[in-house]
């Protein structure tokens, strides 16, 4: 089982970036997708996720309505538009596949197994 993030780079704040997470080695119809980040010397923080069997998303309330995540079962991928991007959105930014996504509460971390490497993502001017 592999998680292979992508996309991330340096962009001015007000940019966009595109990530994106393969899967291989399972099917991923059947999981979950999430995002995370980790700042230096801060928590890691839920970002987004969604649901295998009905789409259901979730977005953290300092991403809510400026990222995007989507998912293409067909491409074993799962991705993370990201837009009006914030100094404060610097961060690693790692996927994982669990088990839900709820879209009130996001994922249960603990039910999430498989981790990508994490791609680094920095805002600045």
């Known amino acids: 089982v592999q998680l292979q993030a992508s996309g991330g780079g340096l962009v001015q704040p007000g940019g966009s970036l595109r990530l994106s997470c393969a899967v291989s080695?399972?099917?991923?119809?059947?999981?979950?997708i999430g995002w995370f980040r980790q700042a230096p010397g801060k928590e890691r923080e839920v970002v987004s996720c969604?649901?295998?069997?009905?789409?259901?998303?979730y977005y953290g309330d300092s991403v809510k309505g400026r990222f995007t995540i989507s998912r293409d079962d067909a491409k074993s991928a799962g991705y993370l538009q990201m837009n009006s991007l914030k100094p404060e959105d610097t961060a690693v930014y790692y996927c994982?596949?669990?088990?839900?996504?709820?879209?009130?509460?996001?994922?249960?971390?603990?039910?999430?197994?498989?981790w990508g490497q994490g791609t680094q993502v920095t805002v600045s001017s």
């Open positions: 080695g399972f099917s991923l119809a059947y999981y979950a």
């Open positions: 969604i649901n295998s069997s009905d789409g259901v998303t």
């Open positions: 994982a596949t669990g088990y839900t996504c709820d879209s009130d509460y996001g994922p249960d971390v603990n039910e999430y197994d498989y």
